[in-house]
């Protein structure tokens, strides 16, 4: 899997979730980060992905903008670590990885960046 991080919204109805997911499909960051955007089916829940914890911040902030212009309030945005050794996703950005961790920015780095870019927003229910 190349796509190491991922932003998950997960918001009220399916129809919202629709509706930013068509807010995001143009964002540059998220095309910057390869525009990779998920949404199960009968599920509110998108899943945009980051090829690394540097590119979290510029998701995360388009993951805002694209709520804010469809006009609607998340229950939860999280970030999610891939752990390729364990072969599933860890939604605890502040615990490292039995293997040391990611490079560059650690996890708790990238968690305030995210708390910092889309302000009031909670990353766990």
């Known amino acids: 899997m190349s796509d190491q991080w991922r932003v998950t919204v997960r918001l009220r109805h399916e129809a919202d979730a629709e509706r930013v997911r068509k807010q995001l499909r143009d964002a540059a960051e998220v095309r910057a980060a390869g525009g990779s955007i998920w949404m199960p089916d009968g599920d509110p829940v998108l899943c945009v992905y980051a090829p690394d914890s540097a590119a979290t911040g510029p998701v995360a902030a388009a993951v805002r903008r694209a709520t804010v212009a469809a006009g609607v309030e998340p229950l939860s945005v999280r970030l999610d670590e891939w ?43």
Do not use: C, F, H, K
């Open 83 to 125: 752990i390729p050794e364990e072969r599933r996703w860890r939604d605890d950005p502040g615990a490292r990885s039995r293997t040391g961790g990611s490079a560059g920015m650690g996890s708790g780095d990238v968690v305030n960046l995210i708390l910092e870019v889309i302000g009031g927003l909670s990353l766990w229910p």
